[in-house]
T-cell receptor
Framework: GESVGLHLPTLSVQEGDNSIINCAYS??????FIWYKQESGKGPQFIID?????DKRQGQRVTVLLNKTVKHLSLQIAATQPGDSAVYFC???????????FGKGITLSVRP | NAGVMQNPRHLVRRRGQEARLRCSPM?????VYWYRQLPEEGLKFMVY????????ESGMPKERFSAEFPKEGPSILRIQQVVRGDSAAYFC??????????????FGSGTRLTVV
């Protein structure tokens, strides 16, 4: 069936370094992709999204890249900070106000 | 403007009891979604509701689970005769009725259900 998955379960980075979190998806019909951050005991928090007709989108300290050829999505975090430590999920959806399909999540740990 | 409110935050039920989880969407939001998160896993879609209507329940287990979003009041996710496998975090999200396609909902903080 369709799935969204993450390559690595954990990622440890040094404070100040850049982080790259990768995600593979299989539904070529997806209209959009979203990255969420989830801190312990909280709900997912929207980080950034990208539509399927785009290759790249930048936010504040974050960049999302979409490679539809290989069905790959990545989240780049510049100058990683301790507050970035959390579990990150990629999700994909089709159409407006539709359900999202989430990957399993990757834990980002920032070393001081 | 309060966010999506879920209560209770933690709920403990014995096997066979009923669990009722409540979700009040953000002001102005009339679309509600329920997701379940098992430990160390991503969120799994359960059901999508609008006021008084179930739009998509493709992720709901066939038995014991039901959801509603009445004209007045919060959305309710009801689990009857709970079993240990129902232990999970249940998240509600809401999105606005109009506007551009909503790529990202607003999630609540979840209800953590523990079945003992």
């Amino acid at each position: 069936g369709e799935s969204v998955g993450l390559h690595l379960p954990t990622l440890s980075v040094q404070e100040g370094d850049n982080s790259i979190i990768n995600c593979a998806y299989s539904n070529s019909a997806s209209d959009y992709f979203i990255w969420y951050k989830q801190e312990s005991g909280k709900g997912p928090q929207f980080i950034i999204d990208i539509r399927s007709n785009m290759d790249k989108r930048q936010g504040q300290r974050v960049t999302v890249l979409l490679n539809k050829t290989v069905k790959h999505l990545s989240l780049q975090i510049a100058a990683t900070q301790p507050g970035d430590s959390a579990v990150y999920f990629c999700a994909e959806g089709t159409g407006a106000n539709s359900k999202l399909t989430f990957g399993k999540g990757i834990t980002l740990s920032v070393r001081p | 403007n309060a966010g999506v409110m879920q209560n209770p935050r933690h709920l403990v039920r014995r096997r066979g009891q009923e669990a009722r989880l409540r979700c009040s969407p953000m002001k102005g939001h009339s679309h509600v979604y329920w997701y379940r998160q098992l430990p160390e896993e991503g969120l799994k879609f359960m059901v999508y509701l609008q006021k008084e209507n179930i739009i998509d329940e493709s992720g709901m287990p066939k038995e014991r689970f039901s959801a509603e979003f009445p004209k007045e009041g919060p959305s309710i996710l009801r689990i009857q005769q709970v079993v240990r496998g129902d232990s999970a975090a249940y998240f509600c999200a809401s999105s606005p009725r109009t506007g551009r396609p909503n790529y990202g909902y607003t999630f609540g903080s979840g209800t953590r259900l523990t079945v003992v």
